[in-house]
């Protein structure tokens, strides 16, 4: 009995085509080497587009992390279909050092497509700030990969009464206001972090402090085991599950959902590795397993 209930979790956990969590439906595939694309419906979003999954094409926005192909090489068909279906252009962030190459690219693919691709692309420089509603940025914060990379923090943005006109009574806020008198501090609230492929570095660099705050952080855990060691990971521009054991006292997130593994792994053995950094951490650790099987299938 006690091995049908494995084998059952085992298959429901592949089925399993997202993760909810913090109020997020977050789904995707991110397989190490093969794709990655995670998407956020709630911001109509998706971090990096690797194959261009069918649930990515109503995503608005796409944030690339790095010039990859299992991250970015379904972007001219994400674009053609957004054409096809007749939805909007979308806009589409990269690190402002490929974004001559992207156009490039997607200017290769209209010409032998004839086809137009149409698209608001946005280079976007670590630290920058880009607004994508009235109550919603995002800015990119540094990582550390074997090419140029960067990861994306989205923001809610609200306005908070400042200290000093608390006591006031309504009228009197009121009048402050027409009158032309800033009233309110605009509060951000890191809601989403997405770090890409990148090594632990980020999680030790105070400017990439929000990314460990969010209220979920999506990070890449390549490696999960003593059979590829931290040095391989990190000479791979990668992060090894050990890593983020190591420095889980910096993580303040409500949720953590691991991404990216090795294809080389099951879904049991990174079930395993979640029980492992979910000891050590107040966070719920979630993952990210559309893609890989089950020792039991």
């Known amino acids: 009995m006690e091995e049908e209930e494995e084998y059952r979790k085992a298959r429901a956990e592949v089925a399993r085509k997202g993760v909810d969590v913090e109020g997020f439906s977050i789904e995707g595939v991110s397989v190490g080497g093969h794709e990655t694309c995670v998407i956020v419906p709630e911001f109509k979003c998706a971090f990096d587009i690797g194959r261009c999954p069918t649930r990515a094409i109503h995503q608005n926005f796409v944030f690339i992390t790095h010039a990859h192909l299992d991250h970015i090489g379904g972007l001219p068909m994400y674009v053609a279909f957004r054409g096809l279906y007749n939805l909007k252009p979308p806009t589409v962030f990269v690190p402002p050092c490929i974004k001559e190459d992207v156009e490039k690219l997607l200017d290769i693919h209209r010409t032998m497509s004839q086809v137009e691709l149409n698209l608001d692309l946005v280079a976007l420089d670590v630290g920058e700030t880009y607004e994508l509603r009235n109550n919603l940025v995002v800015r990119p914060f540094k990582t550390n990969h074997v090419l140029p990379s960067q990861g994306y923090v989205i923001y809610s943005v609200r306005k908070k009464l400042k200290k000093r006109y608390i006591h006031l009574k309504g009228n009197r806020i009121e009048n402050l206001k027409k009158s032309g ?104 650790v979630v993952t990210l397993t559309e893609g890989f099987k089950s020792a039991y299938s």
Do not use: C
């Open 181 to 284: 008198v800033e009233i309110t501090d605009t509060i951000l609230s890191p809601e989403v972090a997405f770090t890409g492929d990148t090594t632990s570095d980020y999680m030790l660099n105070p400017r990439s402090a929000d990314a460990l705050r969010a209220k979920v952080l999506i990070t890449e855990a390549t490696f999960l085991d003593d059979n590829i060691s931290i040095e391989h990971a990190q000479q791979h521009g990668h992060t090894h599950l050990f890593e983020i054991i190591e420095h889980a006292q910096w993580i303040r997130s409500k949720a953590i959902l691991l991404t990216h593994f090795s294809s080389r792994y099951n879904v049991e053995d990174i079930r395993q590795a979640a029980s492992k950094l979910q000891s050590k951490v107040s966070a719920k």
